[in-house]
């Protein structure tokens, strides 16, 4: 037996002594949560040939307020592949987490979980690459290609908000993530008419500066916004910032 089946044997199996309920799409759906778990993109890919036995936005929490499947792809730095794969099988680009029990600050959509995990985690260390450039604007554009809403809040932050706190607390020597912002604030504003309306005066203030300027070699952090080493992916990002 091939490896990524006998993987895909085993998952199976755990899923199936986990499963809660007699759902007939559960264990294949706990097995496709875990693969995505172990980022094992083989299976994911295994079991997505037959996306009918699966529920593409499972939700494993018994109280309905955990990450679907897309989501859950998204908080991995690593997770990008899997959650191309997830949108081409059909799972909502739309669904986050309910967030009913959760602190507000926890609530994601997929659109702004891939803000946070592709332009927040790379910030903090100075790493981003134009190939991690690419890798995030495509992603935020495969999102919004298939419908996701540029306007949907999560914990009270619209996307375009998100992306505007992390240029306000950009590395300043990082000319490919000042450049991954400055795409993104454009695609979100422009081509998918992301609402300014309800930024803050700050943020309208760092969207005319990075956008509207286009600083992407300008040194020193911008005029009015954070340090660069109060950007990280634990920070709490407030609508009002």
Known sequence: MPRELDLFADLMSRAVSNSATNSATEPASEALFQAISENDVATVRNI???????????DRSPTGDGDPLLVHA??????ARIARLLVAAGASVSRGNNGSVRDKYEVKTPLWAAINTEIGAHLPHCDMDPADREAAKGLVALLLENGANPNASAGGQTPLGAVLWYAGCMATDNNAARSAVVSILLLLRDDYDADVSALSATQLSILH?????HPVSASGPLRGTQSPTACNTDSRVSATE
């Open 74 to 79: 998204l908080n991995a730095a690593s997770g």
């Open 209 to 213: 500066q990075v956008v509207d300027s």
């Open 48 to 58: 997505l040939r037959h996306p009918e036995n699966v529920d593409l936005n499972y």
